[in-house]
C-alpha cells in the first residue's frame, strides 16, 4: 500500500508542481522510503514473535521437577503449561574391558511424549530406541514403548493410571534418566534381580496419605519360558507385547519423605509366571526390597538391598530350554556416596563436579534346588569410582573404573565413559 501510495505521489508531484524545488520532492521521497523501511521491519517482528510463540506452544519449557517418583523429564507434562509435552534423554557409552573387546555403544535414545487432555486426565509414553535401534548392526538394537498410559487425576491421595507400566520397584526402575545416577551403567543388583528397566500391562493406584506416597497394582506376570540362571527373571519380562495374560501380579510400594533431605521406603512383587503350562507348576516369584536415599550440602547417598525367591525351580530345570539351574533364592545390595567438588572449588558455581564411589554385592545361585550345584560365578561384587561433570543439571559427562570379582574368579575390572542428557 505504502509503495502504491510513494509511486501516486511522486507523479502528481512531477506532474502539477514542476515549479517545487527538487530538494523538496528529494526530501519527501526520503521520508516515504523511511516509513517503507519501518514497516517491513514491524512485519518482520511480528513473524518472528509469531513463530517464538508457535515454537512455546509445540515444545513447551523445561521443568526440573519429579512426578510421583518419576524422572524428571518424564514429569514435564505434569507441570507444563502446554497441553503438549515434548522431552526425552540419552545416553552414549564407551567401555575399556579389561578382558575382552572394548566397545561404544548408543546405548539410549528415548523422546517422551505427554498431553494432558484436562487438569485430571494425562497421556504420557516413553519409546526407547537401545544399542542404536532396531536391529542396529544385526546386533541388540531395539525400538521399545517402555511405558504409554492414562493418569486420571483423582485427588492427591487417590489417582488411577493404566495401560503400559513401569513397575514401581527399587530405585533405578521409575528414575532411570543418566543425570540421577553417577556410575555409567545402572546397578546391577537393579539389572539382574530387579529386572529394569521393568514394564508390562495393568492398572495401578497411587497417591499420598499423610507423609507416605504408594502405589498398589496388578500387572501381566512374566513369561517362566524365558529364565536364565545368569539373570535370574530378566528374560521373562514380556514388555507389553502380545503379552500372555494367564497369570498375573501384584504390586505394592511405600515411600516416606517425613524427613528433610531423607527418604526411606520399600516395595514388595509377587506372582505365578507358570502362563498356563501346568509343567512348570506355579513358578512364583516373590520380590522384595528396602531403600534410602540422602542428599544435602553437596553429599548424596542411596542405598538398596533386594530379596527374591522363585518356587518350581525343579520343574523349570527340566522344562525351560536350555535347563537352566535357577536360584531358588536370590539376593543383593549396593550404596553409592557421592560429593560434589565444584563446592570446595567455586561454591557460587552452578556447574557440579560429583567425586563417587559405590560398592554392590549380589548372587544369583544363594540357593538352588537340593541336588544341584552353585555357579560361584553368579556371586559378584563391584566396586566403582569415578566422576562426574554437570555442566548444566540436564547434561552429564561420566567416567569410572569398576573393580570387579566373583567367587570362580572369572571377572575382569572395566573403564568406562558416559555422555548422558535430558530435556
Known sequence: MISVAKSLVALILSLALPAFANPEIDSLKSRLDALERQQKQNAQALTDELANLKMQVAVPESTHESYSGMGVAASKVYYSKSPLSIGGYGEVVFTDNKKGTDTTDAYRLVPYIGYRFSDDLVFNAEI???????NAGAGTGEAIIEFAYLDFLISESFKLRAGHLLIPVGLINMLHEPTVFPTVQRPEVEKNIIPSTWHENGVLAYGDVGPVHYYAGLVNSGDADGFSKSSWIRKSRQKGAEAKAEDFSYVLRLDSNSLQDFSVGGSYYTGNTSQGNDTLGDANIKLAEVHATYKARGFEFLALYAQGQLSDVDKIRTVVTGNPVMGEKV??????LSYDLMKVINGASAKTLPLFVSHESYNLHEEVEEGQTQDQSLEK?????GLNYKPLSNVVV???YQFRSNEADTEADKFELGLGWIF
Open 398 to 400: 561420566k567416567a569410572n
Open 381 to 385: 561384587t563391584i566396586t566403582t569410582v
Open 331 to 336: 539376593s543383593g545390595y549396593y550404596g553409592m
Open 128 to 134: 526407547e530406541f537401545e544399542h542404536g535401534g532396531a
